[in-house]
């Protein structure tokens, strides 16, 4: 009888080591490009990624720092929540990115006013091309089965290769359906809606939704804050914006006028980077949101600023910062920028490190 040989520590690493060839469960022959354009042919939508360089386009949000935020703005061809409570300046966001996308598209913008909040005169001060929208006004759509017939109607009639833009203002005000209040059956609508609409959203098409924070009934304990349309607009999309009233803006000049308010925005949703990303700008009544407001705060959390006085800068009550040896206001951040163009960012700035002196002996 042979004696089996015992493995020894190197064998074992060896066999280990050893690369196995396993049988081949594709053809080699296979031709997954060609195959992929077969199916292209026939469904219209299949494609093999490494065939195409990155097809997004963007839109701005009209602030710097959000956009950095995001990665370069609101990429073409998804769906973007954007919540908040009352006076958070949705509406004004979502106008702004209207006038981007017409501007740079030559878009068609279809607003769903449930609200009532389109002015004409505040559209066009934002930039908004009027004879290229198509406003809704409440009576057409008093809930959300209403607002799907119209929308496919709108989408199937108006050309594929045509930029568009999309946005309900709010999900929050459709009326109820039937004689009693069901908000689970709002739900069920708003889920039905998406899945309806969402097939239709291509590469130049680009949907946006306000939507109302509210507050939890009888939650005594822990973060009571909610929003209103049930998980449909969590499920749906792609980009999800809070946008919290941090402090209002006061012109001591006219007898201490609220002027604005400080908003923060958290980008809780994204796929192009980390969620739960903060930026504070400036929102004012009268001329919405400054491009370079908030952007000296950015820099200030990513180390490449210092403030002068870090708590009452957190607290927005100075806006003094510094760089090396020279202090300007945080307003005057875009003068800053012409002389050092290094800490002009379109994407979210990496965090800067402190540079240590080493001591010389």
Known sequence: MTKEKKLTKEDIVKLVDKPVKLPSMVNDDFDLKKFAKTLKNKFGSVRVPSMEDDPSEYISTGNKALDAALEGGI???????????????????LQILLADMQKKYDAVGIWFDREKAWFNKRAEELGINLANVIVVDPIDIQTVPDA????????????DDKYKFIAIDSI?????????????????????????????????????????????IGV??????????GEAPKYYST??????????IKD??????????????????????????KVIFPFHFK??????GGYARLLVNRNYLQAKNKDEFKSLKQNTVKFGDIQFSEH????FLETHPELDFDVYPEWKEDVKEEKIL
């Open 148 to 159: 799907e017939k119209l929308m496919k109607e709108i989408l199937t009639t108006i050309p």
């Open 252 to 277: 001591d000049k006219r007898g201490g006028e609220i002027t604005g308010n400080w908003i923060e925005a958290i980008v809780d949703k994204t796929r192009l980077g980390p969620n739960r990303r």
């Open 75 to 93: 990429a073409l061809g998804y769906a973007a929540e954007w919540a908040g409570f009352s006076g958070s300046g949705k509406t004004t966001l």
């Open 332 to 335: 005057n951040i875009e003068k």
């Open 172 to 216: 929050s005000a459709f009326a109820q359906e039937g004689d009693k209040a069901d908000m689970g059956k709002k739900a069920g609508s708003l889920h039905k809606l998406f899945r309806a609409i969402i097939p239709y959203v291509n590469k130049r098409t680009s949907l946006h939704f306000a939507n109302q924070k509210t507050f939890k």
């Open 220 to 229: 005594m304990f822990g973060n009571n804050e909610t929003t209103t349309g």
């Open 287 to 292: 001329y919405g949101i400054p491009y370079y």
């Open 239 to 248: 980009y999800r914006l809070g946008l919290n009233d941090r402090m209002a």
